[in-house]
């Protein structure tokens, strides 16, 4: 199953761990994994005169528009500030710089790095390799396979697949759940958790919308997560935690496969039951019969629409993401599951790619002698090129089309926000104007009668209308201010918006009947604020999702060198990227969704973990986990690794930095037994790495978002169809579900290497 172990270099030395250097990095170690789980951010006050200089020479340089006179900054000095925030305000620009699992494992190695107490030696076997564990052999691999994967996604696969048993399964509520369970399974076995999190996510938020008695989405999402976690366990190739794993044991795929397919498809079948009948056994959750709202036959004879060219459903996407406007977006959400686009071609291409590519890794990876012969990536890299070759080639032919709708919707919406700013000013002078008549009202009553009871209610209505007001001349403000930046149409959606509240649901019921309806959320916690696929935590998301859309806005599609005097490099780059949407809508969709925040924070936790290392602590944790082994045997061996991979899914820097993590204490531990010539038994030895493989999958659903990636863009997802879920009830719901799933697969797996593994010495 495995060779040429025997080599690993890890210095058993424990003693080292009293330096000083050895303390500082332990405890790096910790505050890093801290902050991944709890991001935050640091508030950086540079003095005005240095940013505005920074910013002209930025403009001199051609690289931003020159700057301009900051309305809202002067607002925001005469108005709601006392006198040191007005002192701070005039002579400082605060900047909000974020601590996430794309910074924070970075500052601690260059931390690390000033003070010496990691050099050479840590950063190459972070970054080149070290122990049969190549990281950017790992991340050459999972991106380029990624991109095949997203690809089939972008296609509209997984969502025309969603509707085809969704339309099977009927109106029989359990029975569309075990369809829509099974197809999550099934397609997650092979093209791995994240398109399945992309697109299915959305697709039951969808789905749950438009039913009219699916009280609350909980069943659904947190069954689909669940299940697409689990499938990820059974190829290597489907979870960059299975790669690591291989990696640092040799391990053939195939044999990987063959180990773990029998405990995962028992989870998978043993904890269906649970979900329905016990964990989500509820009406209101999982109806009977479900009552969806029919699509009109006009709709149904409409061309679907393609959902990677920008702007394509023109205004029908902002009323949709609006959650005040609940009937017509409900409208819209039954067109996206009822009528969905689906490129034939595309999905086509994309299976036979991903199948031929599965099929050749693991027919190489069985033949080779070792694992480390062959990189897998030199099958991967040439097939996610081919697959980028069919997008861009396809998105070219059809280059005039995509191009003429991506017009259209961005005429459609640009009339649309025209005509609701006029509409808001019009409302806004209009309560002006009463405003002021019941003001004058009120003075001629005042100077004429004496005060009766009838001025109470006058009053009141004053006030009401002053607390209106007070709502709607910030955002015309703000839509004003815009000018100064060629930019009159362009106030962003959110600032338009009225204001309303969320609706909270707590066991599918509302708690407000004033509510606004369409926003879900699994508790009150208004926003998360981990971190996204994209390497930004959700609250920096924000400002700069903002910014970008107004940058987005249309300006009449005029481009920027033309709109300015002279064109810079953000203006540039803003068109650029906008003529990539919409000439290649397929490529540059799959190129936005895929995991390159992953790639620094690999890196990163490979460099911190390889200090651990050399450090002394990993062999230490070698040692308390021998002892372990030493007092419980087989059985204890798995259920031990088990609860401390899923733990420390939880605590130490995702499912991918526990991953590294254990591998590197297993290691140790052989080494351990190495050295004092008492080898490790074979039954116990592939216990322990294959419940630590369940454990790291089956991690992602525990107890927090940041246990996984796939956990914070799924967050992320539902976020956006205005579902929020607070982390208190993702431990909660998610608590009996990790706990049926890991005593399942963790007893399949004790009766699999009772069966299949001798209890002889464990050859390396």
């Known amino acids: 199953m495995a060779e040429d172990l025997g080599d690993i270099d890890i210095d058993l030395d424990t003693s080292i761990i009293r330096e000083w250097k050895s303390i500082v990095t332990l405890v790096v170690f910790v505050i890093t994994n801290i902050i991944v789980l709890f991001p935050f951010h640091i508030p950086l006050y540079i003095p005005r005169g240095v940013a505005n200089g920074i910013v002209d020479a930025l403009a001199a340089l051609r690289v931003i528009g020159p700057r301009h006179k900051d309305l809202q900054h002067e607002a925001a000095i005469g108005h709601g500030h006392n006198g040191w925030q007005r002192i701070v305000a005039e002579h400082f620009v605060r900047l909000r710089f974020p601590m996430n699992l794309i910074t924070a494992p970075l500052i601690a190695d260059l931390f690390l790095l000033a003070i010496v107490a990691i050099g050479r030696e840590e950063v190459y076997g972070g970054t080149i390799g070290a122990n049969h564990i190549s990281p950017i052999d790992i991340m050459a691999f999972f991106i380029t396979l990624a991109y095949i994967a997203i690809s089939i996604d972008a296609s509209g696969l997984i969502r025309y697949l969603a509707f085809k048993v969704l339309q099977k399964g009927g109106r029989f509520g359990h029975r569309l759940f075990f369809y829509l ?339 879900v959320h699994v508790g009150p916690e208004k926003s998360s604020g981990g ?41 540039l780059t803003i068109d650029f990227y906008r003529w990539a949407q919409e000439t290649f809508p397929t ?39 021998d002892h372990w082994v030493n007092r419980t045997g087989t059985i204890g061996s798995v259920g031990g690794m088990a609860f401390l991979s899923v733990i420390l899914c939880n605590f130490a820097g995702t499912n991918i930095g526990t991953t590294i993590l254990l591998s590197r204490v297993i290691q140790a531990w052989q080494k351990i037994h190495e050295a004092n010539n008492t080898p490790i038994s074979n039954r116990t030895f592939w216990a322990t790495v294959y419940s630590m493989a369940l454990g790291v999958n089956y991690g992602a659903f525990s107890t927090a978002f940041s246990a996984s990636l796939a956990g914070l863009l799924w967050r992320d997802i539902l976020a956006r169809k205005h579902i929020r879920v607070r982390r208190l009830d993702f431990a909660r719901v998610n608590l009996p579900i990790i706990t049926i799933a890991m005593v399942v697969g963790c007893a399949v797996l004790v009766g699999e290497v009772y069966i299949i593994r001798p209890d002889t010495p464990y050859d390396a």
């Not at 209308?465 to 709502?471: I, L, M, Y």
């Not at 930004?536 to 300006?555: C, G, N, T, V, Y």
């Not at 490529?587 to 925040?597: I, Y």
């Not at 290392?613 to 990993?618: F, L, Q, R, Y």
Request: aromatic share 8%; with cysteine; proline share 6%.
């Open 181 to 519: 369970y099974a197809l999550f399974f099934s397609l997650g076995t092979f093209i791995g958790n994240d398109p399945i999190i992309l697109s299915g996510t959305a697709f039951l938020a969808y789905m749950t919308r438009v039913s009219s008695n699916i009280i609350h989405p909980r069943a659904w999402i947190f069954a689909q997560f669940a299940v697409a976690n689990i499938a990820s366990a059974i190829l290597v190739s489907s979870n960059p935690t299975n790669l690591v794993l291989a990696g640092a044991f040799n391990i053939r795929f195939i044999d990987y496969t063959a180990n773990m397919i029998v405990p995962v498809v028992i989870t998978a079948i043993v904890l269906f039951p649970f979900l329905l009948y016990i964990v989500f056994a509820d009406e209101t959750l999982i109806p009977l019969s479900i009552q969806m709202h029919e699509l009109s036959e006009e709709a149904k004879a409409k061309k679907p629409v393609n959902p990677n060219i920008p702007h394509a459903r023109g205004n029908a996407e902002e009323q949709e993401d609006d959650p005040t406007n609940s009937d017509q977006s409900k409208l819209l959400s039954l067109e996206e599951i009822m009528n969905p686009f689906l490129d034939k071609g595309g999905a086509g291409f994309g299976a036979v790619i991903m199948t031929a590519t599965l099929v050749t890794i693991l027919a190489i990876n069985a033949a080779s002698q070792s694992t480390g012969e062959h990189p897998v990536f030199y099958i991967t890299l040439p097939a996610a090129f081919v697959m980028f070759c069919w997008d861009i080639t396809f998105g070219w032919i059809h280059r005039e089309e995509t191009r003429r709708i991506s017009r259209d919707g961005r005429r459609e919406i640009e009339q649309a926000r025209a005509e609701r700013l006029a509409r808001e000013l019009r409302e806004f002078e209009g309560i002006n104007s009463s405003q002021k008549q019941g003001q004058a009202q009120q003075t001629g009553d005042v100077d004429t009668q004496p005060s009766t009871s009838h001025s109470h209610p006058l009053d009141a209505k004053s006030q009401n209308q002053n607390d209106a007001t007070s709502g709607i001349e910030p955002r015309l403000s703000l839509a004003n201010s815009n000018t100064d930046d060629d930019n009159t149409l362009g106030a962003d959606k959110a600032s338009i918006k009225p204001s309303s509240d969320d609706v909270q649901l707590h066991d599918g019921r509302s708690t407000s009947a004033t509510n606004t309806p369409g926003e």
């Open 587 to 625: 490529a540059a969709v799959v190129m936005s969704h895929l995991p390159f925040a992953l790639v620094p924070f690999a890196f990163a936790m490979f460099v911190l973990v390889q200090a651990l290392v050399t450090k002394g602590w990993v062999p230490v944790f070698a040692y308390g986990w």
């Open 531 to 571: 971190v996204l696929a994209g390497g930004l935590d959700e609250k920096s998301r924000i400002p700069f999702e903002r910014e970008m859309d107004a940058e987005k806005q249309p300006r009449s599609g005029v481009p920027a060198h033309q709109r300015s005097e002279k064109a810079t490099l953000v203006s």
